[in-house]
Antibody
Framework: QVQLVESGGGVVQPGRSLTLSCAASGFTFKNYGMHWVRQAPGKGLEWVALIWFDGTKKYYGDSVKGRFTISRDDSKSTLLLEMNSLRVEDTAVYYCARGLELLENWFDPWGQGTLVTVS | DIQMTQSPSSVSASLGDRVTITCRASQNIGSWLGWFQQKPGKAPKLLIY???TLQTGVPSRFSGSRSGTEFTLTISSLQPEDYATYYC?????????FGQGTRLEIK
């Protein structure tokens, strides 16, 4: 079955960097666009970034553009999110999610999430 | 950016009730609208995409509709497992944006 497992979260000081990983299994990773979505404690959902199935296009939310970089390693079926210049307001649970086939702007399923605390 | 406005922010309903949640887009998004369900402590789950299309495995009591820039999620007969928070999301243009959520509670 499809499984997405995020890792790399933790506590980090403002201005520092952190890289999140999402290990994918149960499907052909290189065929799918992949997303990061975050949720601040007690708040709603905020889309963070998308990388196309072939890595040729990347899109970002306004609040992370220029600071975060999404990438993928198809040889390891792994999605990455490099987060630089972290701010207190980046504190959230970060989820990775698989884009739908041919409709990658929707996403399902999601991983269980990894918590990033900037403090 | 496209703003998505959900209403109500919370609703109380009883088992078996019909419930409707509305989402309005700040501009035309065609049928590029999806709905997610999130239960406490869990990751969200896609219920409906492209306004009407049920994701695989989603019960048929869930349905979606559209009138212009206003979209509706309807649950025809509430079941115990439906108590959750629901989010709409536009997939028309980047950045992708969500509504603020509607919490569905037991009456």
């Amino acid at each position: 079955q499809v499984q997405l497992v995020e890792s790399g979260g933790g506590v980090v000081q403002p201005g520092r960097s952190l890289t999140l990983s999402c290990a994918a299994s149960g499907f052909t990773f290189k065929n799918y666009g992949m997303h990061w979505v975050r949720q601040a404690p007690g708040k709603g959902l905020e889309w963070v970034a998308l990388i196309w199935f072939d890595g040729t296009k990347k899109y970002y939310g306004d609040s992370v553009k220029g600071r975060f970089t999404i990438s993928r390693d198809d040889s390891k079926s792994t999605l990455l999110l490099e987060m630089n210049s972290l701010r207190v307001e980046d504190t959230a649970v970060y989820y990775c999610a698989r884009g739908l086939e041919l409709l990658e702007n929707w996403f399902d399923p999601w991983g269980q999430g990894t918590l990033v605390t900037v403090s | 950016d496209i703003q998505m406005t959900q209403s109500p922010s919370s609703v109380s309903a009883s088992l078996g009730d019909r419930v409707t949640i509305t989402c309005r887009a700040s501009q035309n998004i065609g049928s590029w609208l999806g709905w997610f369900q999130q239960k406490p402590g869990k990751a969200p789950k896609l219920l409906i995409y492209a306004t009407f299309t049920l994701q695989t495995g989603v019960p048929s009591r869930f349905s979606g509709s559209r009138s212009g820039t206003e979209f509706t999620l309807t649950i025809s007969s509430l079941q115990p497992e439906d108590y959750a928070t629901y989010y709409c999301q536009q997939a028309y243009s980047f950045p992708l944006t969500f509504g603020q959520g509607t919490r569905l509670e037991i009456k």
